[in-house]
T-cell receptor
Framework: DTGVSQNPRHKITKRGQNVTFRCDPI?????LYWYRQTLGQGPEFLTY????????KSRLLSDRFSAERPKGSFSTLEIQRTEQGDSAMYLC???????????FGPGTRLTVL | AQSVTQLGSHVSVSEGALVLLRCNYS??????LFWYVQYPNQGLQLLLK??????LVKGINGFEAEFKKSETSFHLTKPSAHMSDAAEYFC???????????FGKGTRLHILP
């Protein structure tokens, strides 16, 4: 069990560019969650998957955001045409069928210039 | 809709003193309740959780919390603060064991020497 990993850890981009983040959950965990945390705030739910199915999306997830989990293992979160308001820490978490605990990764910090 | 209110964005206590971080929640169903801690530049770590059963929950690092349904509260306590407890603490609620988590805005705990 190596924990939830996220890549990259930091991303700096210019406004208007597209970015993609990757999350590798704990092995065998069937649920995977994405959250966003801005400075001074708690994490806010974005979306989650059970295996490869995307079960819920927050209204925070505008049409510029898309998430995938094609094989039910790792997931990607893409932001198109980034805006300065997208600057935040993007957190990934996972949990398994027999646990009620979400385990969080270290996050990807996005800075949009 | 579920929500969490954490009273006090900053709390300062002297080393060795009692730590009390307040959390009130709103939920239309019996809640799952969590406290997470976030150290600088690190991911979220679960301190403790309440699912069902005993209302006094013990967690890591000497922390505990009590679920009080009548007061819709889940306050976090530790009898004696240590310098290493300085961090951001998040109270959170969920409707189901594998559902998205709704976080409070967090309380930053400062430990005074």
């Amino acid at each position: 069990d190596t924990g939830v990993s996220q890549n990259p850890r930091h991303k700096i981009t210019k406004r208007g560019q597209n970015v993609t983040f990757r999350c590798d959950p704990i092995s065998e965990h069937n649920r995977l969650y994405w959250y966003r945390q801005t400075l001074g705030q708690g994490p806010e739910f974005l979306t989650y998957f059970q295996n490869e199915a995307q079960l819920e999306k927050s209204r925070l997830l505008s049409d510029r955001f898309s998430a995938e989990r094609p094989k039910g293992s790792f997931s990607t979160l893409e932001i198109q045409r980034t805006e300065q308001g997208d600057s935040a820490m993007y957190l990934c978490a996972s949990n398994g069928a027999n646990t009620d605990t979400q385990y969080f990764g270290p996050g990807t910090r996005l800075t949009v210039l | 809709a579920q929500s969490v209110t954490q009273l006090g964005s900053h709390v300062s206590v002297s080393e060795g003193a009692l730590v009390l971080l307040r959390c009130n929640y709103s939920s239309s169903v019996p809640p799952y309740l969590f406290w997470y801690v976030q150290y600088p530049n690190q991911g979220l770590q679960l301190l403790l959780k309440y699912t069902t059963g005993a209302t006094l929950v013990k967690g890591i690092n000497g922390f505990e919390a009590e679920f009080k349904k009548s007061e819709t509260s889940f306050h976090l306590t530790k009898p004696s603060a240590h310098m290493s407890d300085a961090a951001e603490y998040f109270c959170a609620v969920s409707e189901r064991r594998d559902d998205k988590i709704i976080f409070g805005k967090g309380t930053r705990l400062h430990i005074l020497p």
